[in-house]
């Protein structure tokens, strides 16, 4: 079986020369151990994070090591009565096509009919949790609010126009990188109005669409889209600093917002977030989100890359904007 390693630490913009792919091949099961095929396997903008040695909520990724990450596989072995063969799992053991690891290590998921694995990954997960803990703990929507999104598009992005609209915002904003991104915002997500900002800047366009002002920001993107919801948010207002992807492959410390004052004259709360401090609300996630998800209250789209083999050039062109909705890669 293969496995992808990071073997440089990427300035800038990573290459494939930054990984490598190794052969591995598995010795007999231990007894607690299972052995998994993974069938899709997770790439996020986190990822480019750990691949930089700095001090930040999780440790780099090792240099030399196989890299890890969110994926679903079945297991194919197993001496764990509690996992046993068949069970469908979902476990950090990602970029690899097999793996051989401690049962407590893999959580079993069950089936729904009719929907791929590769939504435990996605809606049905990390990311549809992330944009649920944003709307609901960080910056609360309230009935009647106006709500911006940037990255709207995207895995997280998707799933928080939806869930931004079931709370009971009365207008949702997205901003995505393509016309066609645009369309399925409205057409699909639930947003209420859309803009490409590369078109024209942030600063002009979402005024337009934000006639009212916005009450509730989920920052995706950070830098430019960051200062416009500043300019344009109500007393009171609220933002979500889920993630600054605008930045995460740039040199050079970019440029901040020049609007930082409204933040007093407004009284808004800008608060960050990290998934992993607020893993308490994933029940009532769970619960609430299979409710919306079986009544057809959400959809969701990804973007799936065949091969473990083009794992990175998916990751990159994630980070560069190819996918709408969750970019996963089906390694099985
Ligand atoms: P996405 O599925 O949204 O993929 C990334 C998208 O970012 C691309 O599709 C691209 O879409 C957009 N993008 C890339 N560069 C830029 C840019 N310069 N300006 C604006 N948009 C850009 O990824 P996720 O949904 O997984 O993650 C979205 C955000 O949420 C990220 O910032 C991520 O770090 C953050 N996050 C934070 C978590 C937390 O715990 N705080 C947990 C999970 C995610 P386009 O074509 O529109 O440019």
Known sequence: SHQI??????????????FRTVEVSYGELPMGHVRVVNEFISVDPYMRGRMNDTKSYIPPFELGATMTGGAVGRVVESTASEVPVDSVVLHQYGWRDVVQEEAAGFRIVQEIPGVPL?????????????????????????????????????AVGSTAGQIARLLGADRVIGSAGSDEKVAVLTERFG????????????????????????????????????????????RQGRVALCGA???????????????????????????GFTLGD??????????RMSTWFSNGQITYDETVVDGLENTVEAFLDMMRGANTGKMVVRTA
């Open 278 to 287: 607020h893993m308490d609300l994933a029940s009532e996630f769970n619960q």
């Open 5 to 18: 390693q990071l073997v440089n630490r990427p300035t800038g913009w990573p290459t494939p020369e930054d």
């Open 191 to 234: 947003y209420t109005a859309a803009f490409n900002y590369k078109s024209a800047p942030v600063r002009t366009q979402l005024p337009q669409e934000a006639p009212q002002g916005i009450d509730v920001y989920f920052d995706n993107v950070g830098g430019d889209h960051l200062e416009a919801a500043l300019d344009v948010l109500n």
């Open 245 to 271: 992807i605008s930045a995460y492959n740039s040199e050079q410390t970019e440029p901040g917002p020049d609007n930082m004052a409204n933040i007093i004259k407004q009284g808004l709360s800008l608060r």
């Open 118 to 154: 590769s939504a435990y990954l996605g809606v049905l997960g990390m990311t549809g949790l992330t944009a649920y803990v944003g709307l609901t703990r960080i910056a609360p929507v309230a009935e009647g609010d106006t709500v911006f999104i940037s990255g709207a598009a995207g």
